[in-house]
């Protein structure tokens, strides 16, 4: 069992930026990839991006890319998520996933993570 734990969330104006961390529980973070998602009122969870087990690969949703920027301390058994250019549209509660390989078969897929956290919200206003 891995638990995750979200942090960093809160209230930014649009054009700020925030820093999301995700800790993990457990002695083997790097067997874990590690990915982002978000929920938004009224809509379905949505894949916001995701990181191999050694950090070497990154993936991203596309309206993320070059706005978001996903790490990871596999030492500090951390994941990081920094947000730039916040936009009203990206409001929404922020979750961790953490698959229970090292790489992914299909990282968009949500029922490919194991282990969730229970997401920290982010307010963006205009």
């Known amino acids: 069992q891995v638990y995750l734990v979200e942090s960093g969330g809160g209230l930014v104006q649009a054009g700020g930026s925030l820093t999301l961390s995700c800790v993990a529980s457990g002695r083997t973070f790097s067997s874990h990839a590690m990915g982002w998602f978000r929920q938004a009122p009224g809509k379905e969870r949505e894949f916001v991006g995701a990181?191999?087990?050694?950090?070497?690969?990154?993936y991203y949703a596309n309206s993320m890319k070059g706005r978001f920027t996903i790490s990871r301390d596999n030492a500090k058994n951390t994941a990081y998520m920094q947000m730039n250019s916040l936009k009203p549209e990206d409001t929404a509660v922020y979750y961790c996933?953490?698959?229970?390989?090292?790489?992914?078969?299909?990282?968009?897929?949500?029922?490919?993570?194991?282990?969730w956290g229970q997401g920290t919200q982010v307010t963006v206003s205009s």
């Open positions: 996933a953490a698959r229970a390989f090292p790489h992914f078969a299909n990282y968009l897929n949500q029922y490919e993570y194991d282990y």
């Open positions: 990181i191999t087990g050694s950090g070497k690969v990154t």
